[in-house]
C-alpha cells in the first residue's frame, strides 16, 4: 500500500501503523484494534496511543462509560475491582497485618512481598484491579481509618507504598493510590444528611499550597514516580472549597507535574456530586463500576471535548497495558487463594510490626525454663481484633485465625501452666442493656427516661414525640418521627444498686453524647454500629458511683452521621458484672501477667479519645499491684494513652496482626524473633497534643463544615519538634532484644546531579541476634523554613552477636527540596544542612554536615 492509499484512511488506523515504525511503502494488513497494540517494542503509552487511535467515537464512550462489555470484542479487558489495603476484601484471602503495621517494619522488601502476595490473591479471586494502597496522613491519631494507612511521614509512606505499587504490578494487576487528597479523618467525610435529597457538603480542608505539597500530596507523588503507580482514586473531602474529584488543580498536579499516565476514578458514592464537572477536571473511570452518572450525551454535546474523551481512553488503555491487564487475562475466580506461603508472610509481617515499647528487668524474652506459670488476661481468643473495620476489613475463614491464646499456649508448651482470665470484654458493646428499674425520667411517670424527638438533625424547635421509654434501644425511630433525619435526647436520673466502676456503652449510627452526673463521658461519630464486617463500634464509657445515690443521665442522638440505618442502644456493666478480680487471682499465682487490651477502630467513624475503653485500664492497674511482671500487649490500630505505663514492665504494640496474630505474637514474647517494629506514628502523652487537638475543634473536626490546617507542614513529628512537646513514644521508636551502635556516618556530595550519598556502620553489641533500623533525618538551612527535622532514609539491617554492617543511602535533590509558594515550585535552599542517623526521631546517635552553595542550589 503506497502512503497516498494509506493517507486516504482513517487518520487513527494511520497513527497506529506508523507507531509501529513500519515501512509505509511495504504491503500491510491493517491490524485489528488489539494487534495494532500489541508491537513488544513499544512502551504502555505508545501501545495506548496505537489502540486508542484505531476506536470509532461510539467504542470510545462505551470506554469513558465504563462499559467494557462493548468493547470486549475488540480485546480489551473489563476492569473488575475490589478493595484493599489489608489484604483482598474476598472470602478466601489471607487476612494479613493493617496497613499500618506493615509501614511499622520499615522495610520495602517485606513490602515488595506483600504487593506480590495481595496481586496474586487478587487475580485468583477474578480481580484486576486492587483499591488499595491507602496513604492518607495520619494528621490525627484519631482518624478511623488510621489503621489501614501507612503513618504519619510522608517519606516512609511514600516508599512503603511504592514497594508495594511494585510489587502488586508483578502479579498484572492495576495498584490504586488512594485517598487523594487530605482524607485525613471520617468525620463528615462526605456530609451530613439533611434530609431528602443529597447530603450536605463534605468537610472543607483549608490547607495551604506548602502543606498539600509537602504532606498530603508527597507520599502519591513518590507512589507515582517510584512505584509506577496506574491508578489514583480521589477522595470524598473537599480541600479549599472543591471536591478533590471535581478539582481541575489538584488533579492537574497528579497528572501534569508528576508524569501520571493512569487513571483517576473516584470514591464510592459521595466523591462526585458534579458528574460533568468531575469528568472535565480529570476523573477518567467514572465509577467503581457502571457509568456513575456520566451519559454518552455529555461528548455527544461537546460538553465534554473530543480531546478530553481521548485523554480518558489513553490513560484507562494505559493502565491496562502498563500493569501487564491487557495481557494477562484472569483465570476464572477459585474458592480459596490463600498459600501457605502467604501465611508465612502474613506470620513474618506481624512479627516485623510489634513494637516493643518497653521492656525493663529482662521481663521480655520470656523463658520456659525460667517461666512455670502464665497468666494471659483479657480479649486473647476469638475476641481479639485481628482486622481494622471498613473496605479495608479481610474476612477472616472459620477457623483460621490463630488467636493469642492459642499462639502463647502452643508456643510456652506442656511445662508451663497457662491461666486464662477475661478480666475485661474490651472495646466491644455490653450484652446488658440498662434495666428501667435504675432509671428515672426527668418529668413523667414510670420507670425509666423522657424521651424527646425531633424530625431535624439537631434537636431543634418543636418535639415530634415526647413520651418516657424504658431505656435506650431502638434500631428504627418511633412511629410519627421522620425516618430520613431524626435526633433525640433522653434525660433523667440513674440509681446505681452498688458502689464501683461503672462500664456503659452506647451502639449507635449516628451522632452521640452521653453525659452522667452533668458530665458528658462519651462522645463519637459512627456511620454505622458495624462496617462491612469489620468489629463492632461502640462508644464507650467508665464512671464510678455510689450505691443509692442518683446521679443525672442525659443522651443525645442525631441520624445526620448515620450511612446504612439510624439505630441506638444503651448498655452497661455493674460492678457486680466486673470482670477484673478473677484476672487478678490469675495474674497472682502466676510467675508472668500478659494483659491484652484492644480498641475498635476503622471506616465510618472516629475515635473521640486516645484513652483505651472502657475498664481496660483498671484492669491493667489491678493486675500490675499483684504481679510485678505485668506485660501488656496493645491490640489497637493507633497510639493510645498509658497512666499505667509506670507500673508494668514491658508493652508491646501489635497493632492488628491480622489472622496470625498468636503465631507471630508468642515468637515475639518468646524471643524466637526480634520484635522487628518502629512507630510510624507519634504517640502522644495526652489528648491534647499533637497539631489538632479535640480542644481546638476548628483544627479537628472542623467547625460549620470548615476545618483548618493552621499547623501547615508542622504533623507528626515535625510538631512535636517545632514546640518542643515531648510525646509518650516517638516517631520510629522501638526497641530490640539486642543492641546496637551507629557510628562512622560518612557524607558525599554530588554537584553534578545535587545528590547527597551517605553511609554509617551498624554493629550489634550484644550477645542476641537482632533487628535495626537506621533512620536518617535531615536538618535544612533556616532559609528552607522547614521542620527541625525530617525523615529522608531509612534501611533495616539483621545482624548477628558483634557483627557489622555497613548501610547506606541516597538522598536526591527532590529530598533536599522545599516547596516555594513565592514560586509555585520546589527548590533548594543554599546553607548548612545536617543529616542524623539514629533510632527515632528523638534518639539519634551520630551526624555530619555539608554546605550547599548558591550554585549547587540552582
Known amino acids: 500500500m503506497h502512503r497516498s492509499t494509506l493517507a486516504r484512511h482513517a487518520v487513527g488506523t494511520c497513527a497506529a501503523l506508523l507507531l509501529f515504525g513500519a515501512a509505509v511503502d511495504a504491503p500491510l494488513t491493517l491490524a485489528t484494534p488489539a494487534e495494532a497494540a500489541q508491537g513488544p517494542e513499544l512502551s504502555p503509552l505508545a501501545r495506548a496511543n496505537a489502540l486508542l487511535a484505531t476506536l470509532s467515537f461510539d467504542q470510545k464512550i462505551a470506554i469513558a462509560l465504563g462499559d467494557f462489555a462493548s468493547v470486549a470484542n475488540l480485546g480489551i479487558p473489563a476492569l473488575s475491582f475490589d478493595d484493599g489495603p489489608n489484604g483482598v476484601r474476598a472470602d478466601g484471602t489471607t487476612a494479613f497485618p493493617s496497613a499500618q503495621a506493615l509501614a511499622s517494619t520499615f522495610d520495602r522488601q517485606l513490602a515488595t512481598a506483600y504487593g506480590q502476595a495481595v496481586g496474586a490473591e487478587a487475580r485468583g479471586k477474578g480481580f484486576n484491579a486492587w483499591l488499595a494502597p491507602a496513604m492518607d496522613i495520619a494528621r490525627t491519631p484519631l482518624a478511623g481509618r488510621q489503621p489501614e494507612n501507612q503513618g504519619e511521614d510522608p517519606f516512609l509512606v511514600g516508599h512503603t507504598v511504592a514497594a508495594e505499587v511494585s510489587g502488586v504490578k508483578t502479579q498484572h494487576v492495576i495498584a490504586t493510590l488512594k485517598h487523594y487528597v487530605g482524607n485525613n479523618q471520617e468525620y463528615q467525610r462526605f456530609g451530613f444528611n439533611i434530609g431528602p435529597g443529597p447530603r450536605g457538603p463534605a468537610i472543607n480542608d483549608i490547607v495551604d499550597e506548602r502543606a498539600l505539597q509537602e504532606i498530603y500530596e508527597a507520599p502519591f507523588r513518590i507512589g507515582v514516580q517510584v512505584g509506577g503507580a496506574d491508578a489514583a482514586m480521589c477522595s470524598y473531602n473537599r480541600v479549599n472549597g472543591e471536591q478533590t474529584c471535581e478539582s481541575p488543580s489538584l488533579l492537574g498536579t497528579l497528572k501534569n507535574d508528576w508524569g501520571f499516565n493512569g487513571y483517576v476514578i473516584p470514591?464510592?458514592?459521595?466523591?462526585?456530586?458534579?458528574?460533568?464537572?468531575?469528568?472535565?477536571?480529570?476523573v477518567d473511570v467514572p465509577a467503581l463500576g457502571g457509568p456513575g452518572g456520566r451519559t454518552a450525551a455529555m461528548f455527544t454535546s461537546g460538553q465534554v471535548s473530543a480531546s478530553r474523551l481521548d485523554d480518558i481512553v489513553r490513560r484507562t488503555l494505559f493502565a491496562m497495558f502498563d500493569s501487564g491487564v491487557f495481557n494477562h487475562p484472569l483465570p476464572a475466580p477459585a474458592a480459596a487463594v490463600s498459600t501457605p506461603a502467604h501465611l508465612d508472610l502474613a506470620t513474618r509481617i506481624a512479627e516485623s510490626s510489634m513494637v516493643l515499647l518497653k521492656n525493663e528487668h529482662a521481663a521480655l524474652p520470656l523463658s520456659t525454663g525460667r517461666v512455670r506459670s502464665i497468666a494471659v488476661i483479657g480479649p486473647s481468643g476469638q475476641d481479639a481484633i485481628f482486622v481494622n473495620g471498613g473496605s479495608a476489613s479481610v474476612p477472616l475463614n472459620p477457623g483460621a485465625a490463630i488467636t493469642p491464646l492459642a499462639g502463647i499456649t502452643s508456643r510456652a508448651g506442656a511445662q508451663v501452666n497457662v491461666h486464662v482470665a477475661q478480666g475485661s470484654l474490651g472495646d466491644v458493646a455490653l450484652p446488658t442493656l440498662v434495666p428501667a428499674a435504675v432509671l428515672t425520667p426527668s418529668t413523667g411517670a414510670g420507670a425509666g427516661l423522657l424521651a424527646t424527638y425531633w424530625n431535624n438533625g439537631d434537636l431543634s424547635g418543636s418535639p415530634a414525640l415526647t413520651r418516657v421509654e424504658p431505656g435506650v434501644d431502638l434500631s428504627a425511630p418511633p412511629a410519627?418521627?421522620?425516618?430520613?433525619?431524626?435526633?433525640?435526647?433522653?434525660?433523667?436520673?440513674?440509681?446505681?444498686?452498688d458502689s464501683g466502676l461503672y462500664r456503659f456503652s452506647v451502639l449507635s449510627a449516628g451522632l452521640v453524647h452521653l453525659s452522667i452526673d452533668n458530665r458528658v463521658v462519651a462522645s463519637g461519630y459512627r456511620e454505622a454500629t458495624q462496617f462491612l464486617g469489620g468489629p463492632q463500634y461502640p462508644i464507650q464509657a467508665s464512671v464510678r458511683l455510689r450505691a443509692g445515690q442518683p446521679v443525672a443521665i442525659q443522651i443525645d442522638y442525631s441520624s445526620k452521621a448515620q450511612l446504612f440505618g439510624a439505630q441506638i442502644h444503651l448498655a452497661w456493666q455493674p460492678p457486680s458484672a466486673s470482670l477484673i478480680e478473677p484476672a487478678v487471682d490469675a495474674a497472682r499465682s502466676s510467675d508472668v501477667a500478659i494483659v491484652l487490651v484492644n480498641g475498635a477502630q476503622g471506616e465510618g467513624m472516629d475515635r473521640s479519645t486516645l484513652a483505651?475503653?472502657?475498664?481496660?485500664?483498671q484492669l491493667i492497674e489491678s493486675v500490675a499491684a499483684v504481679n510485678k511482671r505485668t506485660i501488656v500487649v496493645v491490640n489497637t490500630g493507633g497510639p493510645v494513652l498509658m497512666p499505667w505505663l509506670g507500673r508494668v514492665d514491658a508493652v508491646v504494640q501489635a497493632w492488628y496482626p491480622g489472622q496470625q496474630f498468636g503465631t507471630a505474637l508468642a515468637a515475639v514474647l518468646f524471643g524466637d524473633v526480634d520484635p522487628g517494629g518502629r512507630l510510624p506514628v507519634t504517640f502522644p502523652a495526652s489528648d491534647d497534643q499533637g497539631p489538632a487537638p479535640p480542644s481546638q475543634p476548628d483544627r479537628y473536626p472542623g467547625v460549620n463544615g470548615d476545618e483548618h490546617y493552621a499547623e501547615g507542614i508542622d504533623v507528626g513529628y515535625r510538631w512535636y519538634d517545632q514546640f518542643h512537646q515531648q510525646p509518650l513514644f516517638p516517631f520510629g521508636f522501638g526497641l530490640s532484644y539486642a543492641r546496637f551502635r551507629f557510628s562512622d556516618l560518612d557524607l558525599s556530595l554530588d554537584r553534578d546531579d545535587g545528590s547527597v550519598r551517605?553511609?554509617?556502620?551498624?554493629?550489634?553489641v550484644s550477645e542476641r541476634r537482632g533487628s535495626s533500623v537506621a533512620e536518617l533525618y535531615l536538618a535544612s538551612p533556616p532559609a528552607a523554613h522547614e521542620p527541625p527535622q525530617q525523615l529522608k532514609g531509612y534501611a533495616r539491617t539483621v545482624l548477628g552477636p558483634g557483627e557489622s554492617q555497613r548501610v547506606s543511602f541516597q538522598l536526591n535533590r527532590s529530598d533536599l527540596a522545599y516547596f516555594d509558594s513565592a514560586t509555585n515550585s520546589f527548590v533548594v535552599a543554599n546553607g548548612h544542612y545536617t543529616i542524623s542517623v539514629g533510632t527515632s526521631s528523638r534518639d539519634l546517635d551520630t551526624h555530619q554536615s555539608f554546605?550547599?552553595?548558591?550554585r549547587d542550589a540552582r
Open 267 to 282: 470514591d464510592f458514592g459521595f466523591a462526585v456530586r458534579d458528574v460533568l464537572a468531575a469528568t472535565n477536571a480529570g
Open 480 to 497: 410519627g418521627v421522620s425516618r430520613q433525619l431524626w435526633s433525640a435526647r433522653w434525660s433523667g436520673t440513674l440509681t446505681p444498686p
Open 612 to 617: 483505651l475503653a472502657g475498664d481496660q485500664n
Open 758 to 764: 551517605a553511609s554509617v556502620r551498624v554493629t550489634n
Open 851 to 854: 554546605e550547599i552553595g548558591e
